[in-house]
C-alpha cells in the first residue's frame, strides 16, 4: 500500500523521524494509505478523532461551515503535510471538516498508535519535542528572512520592527552589524549598503553605531509594513 | 527575577503553554533568570548540556568555529525565541557556542527539569507535541504565502513548482480556483487576474481548467525563483 517513495517521506516527517526504526514500522503498519476521490469527506467537525493524516499525493482541503452554512477554508493541505495531529494526539473530536480537493492518497496513522507508542517511551517524545522544535526555528528563521526580498526592505523592516519594540526613535544597535546582517540572512556588505541607501533616503540617520529614525512612515514603506 | 510581562510571554511560548499551569509555574521555579554582559558566553561547545534558553531581552549568537578557528554564525536569537532544547531534551552536549552579542536576560529552563516533567506526565508531551505541529503548519503557510510579494509572482511560483514536482510541461489544475488562491493566501479573482497576466506574458496558456506552460524559464523569473 505504501510506496517506498511514500515510507522515505514519512520517515523524513518531523514526527516520525526520531522514532526508532522498529517503532516507525510498527506505527506505519498500524496506519492505512486510502485514495478518496475529490469531494469524498475524510471527516467531519465532530466526529471522534480516531487518526491524524499525512498526505501522500493530491490535495485536502480543511475547512469549518460558518452560521450561513457557508465553508471557511482553514487550510489546502498537500504533500507532505500532515494535519489533524491535535485533535488525534488530545483525542478530542475533529473541530474542522476535511475533504479531498483532488484524487488524494492520504496516509491515516490512527492517534492511539503513535499515543501508545509515546506513552510507553516518552524518551521518544521528547526527541520528537526536540525535532519539532528545531524545525519551528528554522522556519521562524526563514520566514524572517524571505518576508521582504530585497536588503533594503529586510533592513528598513527590521529597524522599524525594533522601532515600533518600543526603544523611541532613536535605536541605538545593539549587536554587531555582523551579526545583525546573519540574522537577516544577508552579507555585511549588503547590510551597510542598505542602512547608506535608507540614509540617501532620509529614513534613518546613523551616528557612531546609533541610528536615528527620521521618518518612520517613510521606513515602512520601505519595508514593505502595511 | 523573572517579571510578569516575562512569564507571560513564556506561558505563550510553544514549549510551555500546553503545560498544566501547576506544572508550569514549578518549571519557572526550576529554572532561572540571568543577566548576561555583551560577549559573556552561555554555553561552549561540548560542554554538557544542563538547560535550554528562552531569551528574555537582548541578543544571543549561536556559532561554531570553523577549522580556521572562525566563527560561523547559525543563528542570532531574540525574545521570545527558545534555543538548545534540542541539545537539553536529547540530554547530549551543546554542539555549538551560545554567547550573548548585546546585553541580554535569559531564561535558562534545566534540561531534566523539562525532561522529569514529560517523562512524569507523557500526555502533556503529547499536548506538547500537538502544539509544536500546529504552531508548524502554520508557519509553512505563512512562509509559502509570503515567499512572494505580488499575486502574479506567488501564482507563477506555484505553477513553477508544481511543473517540477514533475507533471510535465502541461499541468491539469487538479483543484478549484478558489482553493489554489486559499492555499496562496488571495482571492479567487486575484488568483485568475495573475493567471491572466502570466498568460498575457506568454508563460502560460489555459483551456478548459487545463494549464500548459509555455515558458517556465519565464515562469521562474516572473516568481522569482533563482
Known sequence: MLTDA????????????RLEPRDRERLLEASSARIYRRGELLFAAGDSAHAFFVALSGWVVLYRLSAQGERVVLRVVR?????????????????????????????????????????????????????????????????????????????????????????????????????????????????????ARLKREGAIRERSGRIELLDRDRLRVAGGCR
Open 6 to 17: 511514500d515510507r522515505r517521506a514519512v520517515a523524513r516527517h518531523p514526527l516520525f523521524v
Open 79 to 195: 504533500r507532505p503535510e500532515s494535519f489533524a495531529e491535535a485533535a488525534a494526539l488530545g483525542l478530542a473530536s475533529y473541530p474542522a471538516w476535511g475533504e479531498a480537493a483532488s484524487e488524494a492518497r492520504v496516509l491515516a496513522v490512527p492517534g492511539t498508535a503513535y499515543r501508545r507508542l509515546l506513552l510507553a517511551s516518552p524518551e521518544t517524545g521528547l526527541q520528537v519535542i526536540a525535532e519539532l522544535s528545531r524545525k519551528l526555528a528554522h522556519l521562524v528563521r526563514e520566514l524572517e528572512q524571505r518576508q521582504a526580498r530585497t536588503t533594503t526592505e529586510r533592513v528598513a523592516r527590521f529597524l522599524a520592527e525594533a522601532a515600533a519594540d518600543g526603544e523611541g526613535p532613536a535605536l541605538v544597535l545593539p549587536v554587531e552589524k555582523s551579526l545583525l546582517a546573519a540574522r537577516l540572512g544577508m552579507t555585511p556588505e549588503s547590510f551597510s549598503r542598505a542602512l
